[in-house]
């Protein structure tokens, strides 16, 4: 099992609607947890971070993390074309002061 | 602020060449630092991280290694480049929480 796991997509939203990103990781002990955000040809950007249980808020972006079993969520409210993007899920690695990345969920928001 | 520079931004290399890619950080002292590379649409390898002068450790073995030879400088070498070697390649660094927060990228060719 992967220890970060992504739905690849592309996850295809109309602008205006909710898009929602999700990831399952398998270190049941992580207790942190981010969202990146790559546009095509750039380097990832750090839009979230999450570190207990619930929701997180920030602007149009929630994070939502349930330990329990073990997934975190990314919603954007009101997808914006600008919002075309891969998002990427991160947990810290086992044994290891790194992050470890999911593959990334490309979204495509249309106009 | 914190300001990540990377060098070169591009860089085509024929096969068996030498490499040499360079990492700064500014604005913060002792660092961890990272180097991934990124295949085109692929996800994030992790190379190399450090957490401080002359602390490397090696995530992948290949024909990469990685020094940092000061406290806010991560530099990447190959002595004989692979085709294989192409990709995007991203520093990264974090202070004392897992928060990574990546520079440009360089983006190498190997023909």
């Known amino acids: 099992q992967k220890e970060v796991e992504q739905n690849s997509g592309p996850l295809s939203v109309p602008e205006g609607a909710i898009a929602s990103l999700n990831c399952t990781y398998s270190d049941r002990g992580s207790q942190s947890f981010f969202w990146y955000r790559q546009y095509s040809g750039k380097s990832p950007e750090l839009i979230m971070s999450?570190?207990?249980?619930g929701d997180k808020e920030d602007g149009r972006f929630t994070a939502q993390l349930n330990k329990a079993s073990q997934y975190v969520s990314l919603l954007i409210r009101d997808s914006q074309p600008s919002d075309s993007a891969t998002y990427l899920c991160a947990v810290p690695g086992t044994g290891r002061r790194a992050l470890t990345f999911g593959s990334g969920t490309r979204l495509q928001v249309q106009p | 602020s914190q300001t990540i520079h990377q060098w070169p931004a591009t860089l085509v290399q024929p096969v068996g060449s030498p490499l040499s890619l360079e990492c700064t950080v500014e604005?913060?002292?002792?660092?961890?630092l990272y180097w991934y590379r990124q295949a085109a649409g692929r996800g994030l390898q992790l190379l190399f991280y450090s957490v401080g002068i002359g602390q490397i450790s090696s995530e992948v073995p290949q024909n990469l290694s990685a020094s940092r030879p000061q406290d806010r400088q991560f530099i990447l070498s190959s002595k004989k480049l692979l085709l294989s070697d192409s990709g995007f390649y991203l520093c990264a660094w974090s202070g004392s929480i897992y928060e990574q927060y990546f520079g440009p990228g360089t983006r190498l060719t190997v023909t």
């Open positions: 604005g913060t002292s002792n660092p961890n």
């Open positions: 999450i570190y207990s249980n």
